[in-house]
């Protein structure tokens, strides 16, 4: 799964992990993640967020 990385603060959503302070549970997609879901760091919407490509070593 890719990661999305929010334009405003730098956080980095990793679906793998899900989100401990917004209650979402690791293997969530973005897709998936609720309207009212907000970045834990600085507070912005979904659309903020850009996605990361997959980095597989």
């Given at each position: 799964?890719?990661?999305?990385?929010?334009?405003?603060?730098?956080?980095i959503?990793?679906?793998?992990?899900?989100?401990?302070?917004?209650?979402?549970?690791?293997?969530t997609?973005?897709?998936?993640?609720?309207?009212?879901?907000?970045?834990?760091?600085?507070?912005?919407?979904?659309?903020?967020?850009?996605?990361?490509?997959?980095?597989?070593?």
């Amino acid at each position: 799964m890719n990661s999305y990385k929010c334009n405003i603060c730098g956080y980095i959503y990793i679906p793998e992990r899900g989100d401990v302070r917004g209650n979402i549970k690791p293997g969530t997609a973005f897709k998936d993640l609720p309207d009212d879901w907000v970045c834990p760091v600085c507070g912005v919407n979904k659309s903020n967020f850009v996605e990361q490509p997959c980095k597989n070593n």
